[in-house]
């Protein structure tokens, strides 16, 4: 391997380091949506301006234009036929584990739902009606997408779901996809991707008809797809291309270390940081993510990719460690640093989760534990979180005042609304109870 591939590991002591690490966040943060490229934002904006008003006809021109598949309105959506097929023919070993992750999920997701645990008479949690699920279309199938989406959704009591997923697989969805949304139940299936497929779901066209709430990983297009159109629609986050950090410390195997940062960059795009305060474990990390990349199939674009959103931080302690870690507030966060992981954990407050211990790597979330992995992504965990089954419900605040509660406030709130210049409001109060109106 090159000394170029060397420029990843950072010295946090070093001049310069700063700077470094200021522009590692930087492109992270770039790489998950269009925040400081306004030609793209351009394309975009006509992308959806287009679907908003040539509705199936703008999703048939960009579907053919970005995708390469020329299909009418009638085909967008795969048939019942074809979704059963699909379950019919998968694997019976992987239908068997996607199941299991589907009871994970849906376990985990029941007992931390809020919705039908409340109480207090002055509010009521109803679930969104209907939910557009965005499925990447990776060169690989990602059954898991559906799997952590859907099943959050359908535990909140969401009763209408509809998936789009590019047509990626000889002009439509992988069929494993499709199978797992027949387990699912959902028979509403559009083979549309990309901004046009959010455009699509925000507004509604012909044949598909419009959503509440957008949900989904996806590349930049959607994300910042989803991002524009907020406010027609309801969003979860940016989930945008995958991301690890990972705290480490000489306890840490330096070889499970650069296996999970590689499990990242290899979706190319993706990104990988290593923070340590072992100057050892990252130049042995280094070393063995020289010697794993080799071995992969997609090698050269996972090298690129590491060298462009990847890091070896050494800093000087665990303390200036936790605090970069919180700043970058990364999707996946990985803590390996033997008995004080536990402790360090609690000390972290940004993060879309967090593995705890060497043997909790980013693909025990992906597929298995009961989180959904539709995380916050670019640094947004400092205010996003990971996608719930409580992401799916909305509250009503309810109000019922007796004629003897309103009285007993009525001097309040009559002085309130006087003092807003709003005498309508004061008056809808002292009308009901005979007041005049200067008493």
């Known amino acids: 391997m090159s000394d170029e591939f060397d ?11 700063d700077d ?6 930087w492109e992270v943060r770039r790489e998950a949506a269009f925040i400081n490229d306004a030609y793209k934002r351009n394309q975009l904006r006509r992308i ?19 995708d390469g598949v020329k299909l009418t309105p009638a085909q967008f959506r795969v048939t019942k036929e074809d979704l059963e097929k699909a379950h019919r023919e998968v694997d019976k070993k992987l239908l068997a584990s996607l199941r299991q992750a589907i009871e994970n999920v849906r376990k985990y997701q029941s007992e931390i739902f809020i919705g039908n645990k409340n109480t ?7 679930p969104i009606k209907r939910v557009g699920i965005c499925v990447p279309g990776a060169s690989a199938p990602l059954p898991s997408t559906v799997i952590m989406t859907a099943a959050p959704a359908q535990i909140a009591g969401v009763k209408e779901i509809a998936v789009v997923s590019p047509p990626r697989c000889g002009g439509s969805i992988h069929p494993t996809i499709l199978a797992v949304c027949y387990e699912l139940g959902i028979d509403e299936v559009y083979r549309i991707g990309g901004a046009q497929a959010v455009a699509a779901l925000a507004f509604g066209t012909q044949t598909i008809r419009r959503v509440d709430k957008i949900v989904g990983p996806g590349n930049q297009w959607v994300q910042s797809a989803k991002l524009e159109l907020f406010g027609h629609v309801g969003i979860d986050s940016i989930a945008g291309p995958s991301e ?24 190319a795009p993706g990104s990988a940081v290593l923070v340590t305060d072992s100057q050892v474990l990252g130049e042995k990390t280094l070393g063995e993510l020289k010697k794993q990349v080799t071995q992969l199939g997609r090698a050269k ?11 070896i931080v050494v800093f000087k302690d665990m303390a200036q460690a936790i605090r970069f870690a919180n700043d970058f507030a990364a999707e996946h966060l990985e803590i390996q640093c033997g008995k004080e992981s536990k402790e360090i954990a609690e000390k972290i407050e940004n993060a879309g989760a967090i593995f705890i211990g060497e043997y909790s790597p980013v693909a025990v979330g992906d597929y298995w534990a009961g989180p959904s992995h539709t995380l916050p992504t670019g640094m947004t965990a400092r205010f996003f979180s990971a996608l719930s089954a409580n992401d799916f419900i909305k509250s009503i605040s309810i109000i019922e005042y007796s004629k003897e509660q309103l009285a007993e406030s009525a001097e309040d709130i009559i002085r309130l609304a006087e003092a807003e210049g709003l005498d309508a409001h004061a008056k809808s109060i002292w009308l009901r109870l005979g007041l005049r109106q200067d008493e």
Do not use: F
């Open 244 to 267: 690890v950090l990972i705290i480490a410390n000489d306890k840490a195997n330096p070889a499970w270390v650069a296996a999970d940062m590689l499990s990242q960059v290899e979706h």
């Open 7 to 17: 420029q990843i590991l950072i010295s946090a002591s070093q001049p310069g380091a």
């Open 120 to 126: 207090h008479p002055g509010i009521r949690y109803t």
């Open 20 to 25: 470094r690490l200021l522009r590692l966040c």
């Open 48 to 66: 959806c301006h287009e679907v908003w008003d040539g509705r199936d006809n703008a999703v048939v021109k960009y579907t053919e234009m970005l």
């Open 301 to 311: 674009e996972t090298i690129e990719c590491l060298k462009e959103y990847g890091g």
